[in-house]
């Protein structure tokens, strides 16, 4: 997957814990993001950073922070689980300069699946 | 904000022609895009078209847009069973500073039968 890693792929966790999902890139690329991918809905944006310690809302983004704190990590974490936040997450990452005008394709990675019980 | 409509569920005969439609609502859109998702997978990008084309081939693909109508279709030639998938329309909006944003409809899954 060019050079992204997801971890855990896989966790089943209980409501009211905490979780934090990682996104790890060799790509050296700027743009991060964090989808949530659900039934009936696609991809939702969570998050997305343009830089190392610079983040902002998508349009989910609710019960969700984010952190990067060097180029090749960006970590999504739940700070208490609910059932409603059971989904696959995605990552995904693309090198498009600030105000870019070009396609600047995102590049996925394979997803990690959240069970809230 | 932007939305962007696909119909759940296609089925097609192999070596059948496929055409998967996506509407979407951002009369802003710069570019395009059709992503392929396969079980267990990620999104793969399949293609994309600039807002001012109205047509782009690439092998047994084939997207068609309407800018006016904001109607993007794809079309895959002689369908194959591995081109069973999820099929992810998205568009993008113009150039910000956060970068290539981009909103998804909710995917068509694609089921190619013998």
């Known amino acids: 997957d060019a050079g992204i890693t997801q971890s855990p792929r896989h966790k089943v966790t209980e409501t009211g814990t905490p979780v934090t999902l990682r996104c790890h890139q060799t790509?050296?690329?700027?743009?991060m993001y964090w989808y949530r991918q659900d039934p009936g809905h696609g991809l939702r944006l969570i998050h997305y950073?343009?830089?190392?310690?610079?983040?902002d809302k998508g349009e989910v983004s609710d019960g969700y922070s984010v952190s990067r704190s060097k180029t090749e990590d960006f970590l999504l974490t739940l700070e208490s689980a609910t059932s409603s936040q059971t989904s696959v997450y995605f990552c995904a990452i693309s090198d498009a300069p600030q105000g870019s005008s070009g396609a600047n394709v995102l590049t996925f990675g394979a997803g990690s699946r959240l069970t809230v019980l | 904000g932007e939305d962007v409509e696909q119909s759940l569920f296609l089925s097609v005969r192999e070596g059948d022609s496929s055409v998967i439609n996506c509407t979407y609502t951002?009369?802003?859109?710069?570019?395009l895009y059709w992503y392929k998702q396969e079980p267990g997978a990620g999104l793969q990008l399949l293609t994309y078209i600039f807002s001012n084309m109205d047509m782009k081939q690439d092998q047994r693909l084939t997207v068609l847009l309407n800018k006016k109508d904001k109607h993007l279709s794809l079309r895959i030639a002689d369908t194959q069973t591995g081109d069973s998938a999820i099929y992810f329309c998205a568009e993008r909006g113009p150039p910000t500073g956060g970068g290539n944003k981009l909103t998804f409809g909710t995917g068509t899954q694609l089921k190619v039968e013998l």
């Open positions: 950073s343009y830089g190392v310690k610079d983040t």
């Open positions: 951002d009369s802003s859109s710069t570019y």
């Open positions: 790509e050296n690329h700027r743009y």
